[in-house]
């Protein structure tokens, strides 16, 4: 079924999606290394066994609480406004004593009022011309849609490394998305280095099963991918509210 995420995210593929999904070989489990907001999977049809993955704890709580406790998090979502008050209490809050629903609820919250969908340090945008994309009313329907889909997705909390040789089989295929080039700090710090591209790299070289990687045109990841089967697609950022043109590579370890 063709759906959007509940999420927009820095470095999402809503805009590649669709490219992507037409290069996922059969398979009998999806898992996706990167999640954020997990274009890909949304857009795709449910594949027999389905995994999505990240390091973000307060990320993943949100899939979490959407699969399982839909229902309340609708209900606390009807308790919140678009104010700037409202915007900076949430990200000022002492998190530690949330519930994992009031947590769910303020991350959500700051991703679909914020600026662009940043996480790492939300702001709010001056709405001068154009209205916010918080509307609880039309957001609920998005939101069911997104909690039926979760319902038999395994949702992981875990490094890349540890995440990739738990799924490894050889009837596995990993979508791999992992920060750009020259990005690695957009989703915090000492999660994701330079290094890491040539680790991942190397990891993915020595898997039984299908890979799809995509990430930024850079000489650098040309050469550490170099083992991979390319492809070039275009594609395009919006940013400050002006859509730039772009290439992106799409590597596989096999023949798409
Ligand atoms: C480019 S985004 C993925 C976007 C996603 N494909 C989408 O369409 O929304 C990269 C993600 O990698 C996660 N990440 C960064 N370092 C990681 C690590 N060491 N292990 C697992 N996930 C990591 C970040 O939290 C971020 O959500």
Request: hydrophobic fraction near 35%.
């Amino acid at each position: 079924m063709y759906m959007n995420s509940f999420l927009s995210y820095v470095g999402g593929k809503s805009r590649l999606a669709e490219e992507i999904v037409k290069l996922i070989p059969p398979h009998n489990t999806y898992a996706e290394v990167f999640g954020g907001a997990g274009w890909v999977m949304f857009r795709k049809d449910p594949s027999k066994n389905e995994v999505i993955n990240d390091i973000n704890g307060d990320l993943i709580r949100t899939y979490r609480v959407i699969k399982f406790h839909y229902t309340e998090f609708i209900r606390q979502l009807r308790g919140v406004m678009i104010s700037r008050d409202e915007f900076n209490r949430l990200l000022n809050q002492n998190i530690e004593h949330l519930t994992d629903v009031q947590r769910a609820i303020r991350y959500y919250y700051l991703n679909k009022t914020g600026y662009g969908g940043r996480m790492v340090k939300p702001t709010f945008p001056a709405y001068r011309t154009d209205p916010s994309r918080f509307n609880q009313f039309t957001l609920r329907k998005n939101l069911l849609q997104v909690s039926r889909r979760l319902a038999r997705v395994c949702v992981e909390n875990k490094t890349y490394q540890d995440f990739i040789s738990l799924y490894d089989t050889s009837e596995t295929v990993f979508y791999v998305d992992p920060p750009y080039y020259d990005c690695e700090t957009y989703y915090g710090k000492g999660i994701f280095g330079k290094e890491d591209f040539s680790v991942l790299a190397g990891l993915l070289e020595g898997v039984k099963g299908k890979v799809i990687i995509s990430i930024n045109d850079r000489p650098e990841i040309r050469c550490i991918f170099a083992n991979f089967h390319l492809r070039e697609v275009a594609t395009s950022y919006s940013l400050s509210g002006k859509t730039q043109a772009v290439s992106e590579l799409i590597f596989t370890n096999f023949v798409p």
